[in-house]
């Protein structure tokens, strides 16, 4: 059975960082795309960054792209996103997920999965001074 355990949300002031981390395992198979989304209170769930396993392509939404890094530990049970330069509207619930066949939006500049396969329960980021 597929777990992803997500940590290190929390709350930072605006122009802070936070490091959040993903957990994987009970994985029979490398997962395809493995990355972060998030939703905000009343918006849509939005994909923000992901890794292309086959070849550790890295993806990333535009709103974040520059100040968020994506990134996985040697052994590939851990996938990291660190965040710098956070603002007030990075603001949100981040899960990791896995899945297949990215899509970008063009209109929001984000992406979502062709099929989603696994998701965790998400870890609240909150920036506010």
């Known amino acids: 059975q597929v777990q992803l355990v997500e940590s290190g949300g929390g709350l930072v002031q605006p122009g802070g960082s936070l490091r959040l981390s993903c957990a994987a395992s009970g994985f029979t198979s490398e997962p395809a795309v493995i990355g972060w989304f998030r939703q905000a209170p009343g918006k849509e769930r939005e994909g923000v960054s992901f890794?292309?396993?086959?070849?550790?392509?890295?993806i990333y939404a535009d709103s974040v792209r520059g100040r968020f890094t994506i990134s996985r530990d040697n052994a590939k049970t851990t996938v990291y996103l660190q965040m710098n330069s956070l603002k007030p509207e990075d603001t949100a619930v981040y899960y990791c997920?896995?899945?297949?066949?990215?899509?970008?939006?063009?209109?929001?500049?984000?992406?979502?999965?062709?099929?989603?396969?696994?998701w965790g329960q998400g870890t609240q980021v909150t920036v506010s001074s």
């Open positions: 997920a896995t899945g297949t066949g990215l899509i970008r939006d063009m209109a929001r500049g984000t992406y979502n999965f062709g099929t989603d396969k696994s």
């Open positions: 890794i292309v396993t086959r070849d550790g392509r890295t």
